[in-house]
């Protein structure tokens, strides 16, 4: 469904990535891995809009969605965290996820200002709907706190939750397990193969703890420097010489 | 309970005499000034205006009863000026209003006056609207920016062979209620400027104001401008030789003006109208000093310190006529027949009546004569 | 229905107060919604920008002129005065979506408040000039507004209308949107939220409810003068979102309500005003940077700013 | 002629505004604060200058040193007791907060002069100068000299010495400053000192030269950010050129277009500017440094 053609990203003459190529597919896990600086978090921006592509393409579903501003590409079923906590740290955890279901919120700007029947009934299921993902993803009882309150592996969980909430086709996971205790870690674990197994979510990880990308990864892509340099299913990785050059090099 | 206990005190009052603001031995005025903010410097006058009502408790009072002075500032704001005044008005229930300084004010100020037709002497706002056409129960205490207009157009086209007239100014409403009045006079006589330039408060330079003024080639220059602004007009007019003589406003004092240019060459020119009777340090005007200086010692004499002072004495002689009971009709009566009043302060005499309450009408206008500030009469000639 | 129970013991005032408290209370019903509207963009935006007084002038100004030059009775310039005021409002947001640098929207707005001020000062044919504008007698649907009492019934209903509009807004989607752009404007992008239209949704409908503000200002004091809307106003008009609490519309009231009522207890001290505006704002930013809302809201913990609705 | 005449008297101005913009950007640029309560810093310079000469009858040179240290060390104590203390906020803060501790001092002045309006006694009484059919006077001969001196002193003082260099270096990355052991802290109080101390200089240049009132500051505020806006924003260099051009440009506007335009010529800069060209008249020069 999302189509990486040759992508190449950037910076005042500095290259950040060099003719990439990628895809993801609904159900699957693909686990992005590499050194710090290899691209890996360029790439989700390029993917999302955040920054201009100075070459290739991007398609989802067949459609480029290249060149289109954040809003719009999310605005077609693309999801994203961020890797430096991107929650609205003044409202709740409910009212972040709220803010994650916008767009599914039919109502009109009238409507809202008068408080008309069918804004505030659309108002209302969108709540419903709020409380009901914090309660499976097991964080109901954070609902009411501010999110700055909150413990860094609490902040993640609820991102996620927030990025999910609309069911986006497409998920982008930037370091979800940062500063995550073990058994929060086998959570999250289990959390993103549900998304990807139960609701059919194409999810895109990056992530350096091997451990968690061998657990929760269908394939895994291996960048350094900008460039793809390999690319299959996690345990050939994990033996594949050019990607222990790449790490044990940078080790 | 603060308003339970003003509730209270008016119930007292009104068991005693009739009328809002009248004990048996007080009667209440209530002064609004712009004690605060921006336009301070105007509220001299209205301390001035308190000074001589204290002076005239010290002097026994009115009929036997004091003067209470309710002072309350504005800021020469207007939200603050409509609610300075419906609290004398409603709250504090003043028998009668005397002050103000800022004319846009006053304006605001005027409907809520009317309304409630209690008598207003405007101590010291200039534009000529608020007192005419006349209303029931308003009177000009000061003259207004016409009287001084006329005054300041007079003194220039009596400069023999006058025809082409330069005006620099303010853009505020102090700075019209001078220079506008000066253009319609002069224009009356069918002499239009023959170049307008603006120059603001605060400014410190008036480089192009100067050079177009002097390409323009004026005989005459009128400078509505304060103190420092004048200053640096006429200093800049020295340096670039625009040689011609300048008539201000009685915003500057011809002596404080000499003092901030430095040298009596470059005022030699400069000429203002005169409201006083006197120079402020003149000796008919000494007492009036000396009235300020007691009640408020560390209050500096300004051109504004005084000038209230004849319309308080109006008042005064119009509440002894209106008698042991005054109310506020009499009152209004009374100052309606307040004719020719020399006050001693102004240079104008005070008359007022029903059909015109714009009580002053003259104006002098001085100058430097032999290196000393002299009140004229007209071009050359003292009085 | 909470809501209403507010303007409804409120319309009980004319029978204690007399025409001078009348007016104050009037003027604090003004300042209500100069501080709500205010607070959209200031607390729930969270942008700085300077022009509250040229959208209150501009409101003030389009609603006297109107009725001075055109005629128009006062029910019908309330709407044009908050459209004026909206226009502002929109060409502030357009300085807004191009700031690159945090300051450059605060000094360009000073800059546009300051050239309406010459504008006004200028343009005497319109405006009055310094001497400002006088408002004709003002009528609503007939009723004269020559009272303080008229007046604060029909001020109190277009203030309860408004408020409750915002509240509404505040509690939706579109409340939710204008605060996450606040609080991390790249990361709600992310969540299909068009944040540019947003930004200027915010700023339109700040300049609205301000406008409308300015032309009830201008039949309230009934002449409207260039030198009431420069910048001292325009620190009142901070002092009160901050006071009463950056983004918490409650708190807008709040300060709306304790600012226009302190300074009439220090009047006639000069450099007063100043001293305790300034001072005010400095123990806040320091002591209490959420202002009198958060204080209230420690206690009554329904008070708390709330961007969902249960019902 | 014409033409030049007003150019040199715009300079004189614009050494003013120079001054103003220069001490603004030192302050913004060390601590990334916009001062929005500078204009009453130099009120408050204006001020303690009138009260060291004519309450204290100290000579004017000595009184204008004393006041620019008092000033030193109110910029001090403003960034340590009241800027510092809310770093932890949002940025509105701190622009709240300049304009809270500016309309406090704006206060005191009025507290204690109320409604007296303040002419200072003529400092420099000497001849104005002719240079051909130029005219130029002794004020602003002093004030050229003044200005240019000092800005000599700070571009070296910034750019040469070591001491400056270690300044440029935490305007670049405070982290970094940090962990190599600079007292950030002690380095931002310094800069606001500098900062307020400047603005004072511009202070008791224009306190002969006007009228003190407490209200003075709020014209020299917009016309520092007109200047450091047309230099773009932070740049040393460019805030001393955007002062001088923003001078000419006024006496220009005055002398060719109407005197009413004077006033609001700041306003049309910073508006024609962000609209034109949002980094300033420089701003690509900087951007390519970085």
Known sequence: MLELHDVSVSFAGLQALRNVSLSARGGEVRALIGPNGAGKTTLFNAITGYVPLSAGRIALDGKAIDGLSPHQIAARGVRRTFQNGGLFPELTALENVLAGLHSRIEASFTGILFGSRSARAAERAALARARELLKSLGVAHLADQPVKSMSGGQQRTIEIVRAVAAEPPLLLLDEPAVGLAPPLRAQLVELIRRLAGEMGIAVLLIEHAVDLVMAAADAVAVFNGGVKIAEGPPAAMRADPVVLEAYLGHG | MKYFLSLLACALATAAVAEDGVTANSIKIGIMGPFTGNASSYSKAEIGLDAYYKWVNDQGGVNGRKIETVLEDYACDSAKGVAAVKKLIYQDKVFMLHGNSCSAVAMAIKPVVVEAGIPWVIAHAANPAISSPPTKNIFHGVPVGKTMGVAMGQFVSSKPGLSRVAVISHTDDWAKSYCGPAKEYLASRNIKPIVEEAFERGQTDATAQTLKIKQANPDFVIACLYEAETAIFLKDAKKFGLNVPVMGTAGTDLENTLKRVGDLDTVANYYVPHMYADNLDGPRLKKYADILKKYYPNESLTAFSLISMGSAMAVVEALKRAGKEPTRDKLITELDKTKDFDTGVLAGHITWSPNDRDGVKEVAVAGFVKGKPTVLKSWGKPL | ?311 | MFALQLALSGLAQGAIYALVALSMCVVNRATTVVNFGHGDLVMAGAFVVYLFVVLAGLPFVASAILAVALLFILGVLIELGLIERIKAGPHIGFALMCIAFGYVLRGIARAVWGREVLPMPTVFNLPPVFLGELVITADALVIFAAVGVLLIAFFLLFYRSSAGRVMQALCQSERGAALVGINVRAFHGVMWGVGAALGAVGGVLVAPITLLHPGLGASFLIKGFAAMTLGGFGSFGGAVVGGLVLGVAEQLVGGYVSTKLIDITAYLVIILVLALRPNGLFGRAIAEKV
């Not at chain 3, 007939?142 to 509240?167: M, P, W």
């Not at chain 3, 100043?274 to 329904?302: C, D, K, S, T, Y």
């Open chain 3, 1 to 311: 229905m909470r809501f209403f129970l507010i303007p409804l013991a409120a319309a009980a005032i004319p029978l204690v107060a007399n025409p001078y408290t009348q007016f104050m209370v009037n003027l604090m019903l003004v300042y209500i919604l100069v501080a709500v509207g205010f607070n959209l963009v200031l607390g729930n935006l969270g942008q700085l920008a300077f022009a509250n007084t040229a959208l209150f002038g501009i409101g003030a100004y389009t609603g006297a002129m109107l009725m001075a030059h055109a005629g128009w009775p006062f029910w019908l310039v309330i709407v044009p005065a908050g459209v004026a005021g909206a226009a502002a409002g929109f060409l502030a947001s357009v300085t807004a979506l191009r700031g690159i640098r945090v300051y450059y929207l605060a000094i360009v707005t000073l800059a546009f408040g300051e050239l309406l001020r010459w504008s006004y000062i200028h343009g005497e044919r319109a405006t009055g000039g310094t001497d400002g504008l006088a408002v004709p007698r003002a009528d609503f649907f007939g009723l004269a507004l020559d009272s303080e009492t008229a007046r604060f019934y029909v001020f109190l209903v277009i203030v309860t209308v408004l408020v409750k509009a915002l509240h509404n807004l505040l509690r939706s989607k579109i409340g939710r949107a204008i605060v996450a752009i606040r609080d991390n404007e790249l990361a709600t992008a992310s969540l299909a939220i068009p944040t540019g239209r947003y930004i200027v949704l915010a700023f339109v409908l700040s300049g609205f409810v301000v406008g409308i503000a300015g032309s009830l200002f201008a039949v309230l004091i009934g002449r409207v003068i260039p030198e009431s809307f420069g910048l001292i106003e325009l620190i009142l008009h901070f002092a009160m979102v901050l006071v009463g609490g950056l983004g918490s519309l409650f708190g807008g009231v709040l300060g709306a309500v304790a600012l226009t009522a302190l300074p009439e207890f220090f009047r006639g001290f000069p450099g007063m005003y100043e001293m305790f505006f300034g001072g005010l704002l400095i123990v806040f930013l320091l002591v209490q940077p959420r202002g009198l809302a958060a204080l209230a809201a420690r206690w009554f913990p329904a008070l708390r700013e709330r961007y969902y609705r249960e019902r």
